[in-house]
């Protein structure tokens, strides 16, 4: 685990020649535990085709724990404003993913490659927040007291299949074709510890669901010392958003 503290001083002289002082200190704590485990298998299927694999999973687990005070004076040493706020939180996070690489070979100077993957990803929290501003000036408290609980997912899914040959000993064809399709979901529901009343300012229900796909075309000719490349790509994006609280 990590620990520190700071204390800071700070004085400003406002436009108007008011002086400002602010006294502040900070604690902050966080420990973190992690597990991980990857393999890797190549396998030659014939003497045309191989086959790559690749997975790899990951666990964690943080904590993190924050103070922080101050207080604002002004210059004959009344008080201005003051703050205080714990904030104390706990993630479990998790992570998956895999990568297919298949590669055929053809006819002479000719090859099929094709690769499927995918990346899952979740985290939890459960937090809890207590602060406490004031304003002397104009009589002003905001208090707030929270349980706040954090739920995000991810996945990534992706795939691609490209196509090459060898035309003659001078030029050359690749064909592309790419597909990704992305869902996320950020959600985070605060709730007053006394009145168990959600408070939509700290709430949130973000949705972000996005598919694009491409196809390229690549044709080359390389002669000696003179060199032609001449390329086409179009792509696709859908996408949509929304968020809720």
């Known amino acids: 685990s990590n620990k520190n503290q700071s204390e800071n001083y700070n004085k400003n002289i406002l436009p108007d020649n008011s002086i400002l002082e602010r006294n502040s200190k900070n604690y902050n704590e966080n420990s973190a535990r992690s597990n991980g485990v990857r393999s890797n298998l ?11 694999l690749q997975t790899n999973g990951n666990w964690s687990n943080n904590f993190s724990l924050s103070q922080s005070e101050s207080a604002t004076n002004d210059g004959a040493g009344a008080a201005v404003s003051s703050f205080n706020e714990k904030n104390e939180s706990n993630t479990s996070s998790q992570s998956n993913n895999f990568r297919l690489n298949y590669r055929k070979r053809l006819k002479a100077g000719s090859s099929l490659n094709l690769m499927v993957g995918n990346n899952y ?28 609980k954090g ?15 060898r035309l003659n000993d001078a030029m050359n064809l690749a064909l592309g074709y790419s597909f990704n399709q992305s869902n996320n979901r950020n959600e985070q529901v605060s709730t007053d510890i006394a009145t168990n009343v959600k408070d939509p300012l700290y709430s949130k229900n973000q949705i972000d669901n996005n598919t694009n796909q491409g196809i390229n075309a690549h044709l080359s000719y390389r002669k000696d010392k003179f060199e032609v490349n001449l390329s086409n790509r179009t792509f696709y994006k859908n996408q949509k958003l929304s968020d809720s609280d």
Request: aromatic share 6%.
């Open 42 to 52: 190549s396998m030659r299927l014939d003497s045309t085709q191989n086959i790559e």
């Open 121 to 148: 990803n979740q985290s939890t929290s459960d937090s809890k927040v207590n602060s406490t501003t004031i304003l002397y000036q104009s009589n002003d408290t905001t208090r707030i007291n929270q349980n706040r």
């Open 151 to 165: 739920n995000n997912k991810g996945n990534n899914f992706s795939t691609s299949l490209n196509f090459n040959n």
